[in-house]
């Protein structure tokens, strides 16, 4: 298991960017792959990136393509989502998770352990 505590929400104007930042307690965090996900009021939670235990590989929702990046540094148990160029349609509350298996993962049932949520809001 491993606990994770998102950072970085808060309030930006359309185009602009925000960083990030997810800390994860124990000493296995390199073991876990690593998802963002979001949700929007009265929606669903969608998947948004994931990056590999390693870092080498990363994973990207068509919706955020092109804009959004994943990253993750092992040795400080962080993994981070830089958004650039963000839209209004980009408000929602983000969690990171973490996903024991290894396996490159869009649905979230395959995440164990989550986040408390940041909120982010994207004026136009």
């Known amino acids: 298991q491993v606990q994770l505590v998102e950072s970085g929400g808060g309030l930006v104007q359309a185009g602009g960017s925000l960083r990030l930042s997810c800390a994860a307690s124990g000493r296995t965090f390199s073991s876990y792959t690593m998802g963002w996900f979001r949700q929007a009021p009265g929606k669903e939670r969608d998947f948004v990136a994931a990056?590999?235990?390693?870092?080498?590989?990363?994973y990207y929702s068509d919706s955020v393509k092109g804009r959004f990046t994943i990253s993750r540094d092992n040795a400080k148990n962080t993994v981070y989502l830089q958004m650039n160029s963000l839209k209004a349609e980009d408000t929602a509350v983000y969690y990171c998770?973490?996903?024991?298996?290894?396996?490159?993962?869009?649905?979230?049932?395959?995440?164990?352990?989550w986040g408390q949520g940041t909120q982010v809001t994207v004026s136009s």
């Open positions: 998770a973490a996903n024991p298996t290894g396996i490159a993962a869009t649905n979230l049932k395959m995440y164990n352990d």
């Open positions: 990056i590999s235990r390693s870092g080498g590989w990363t």
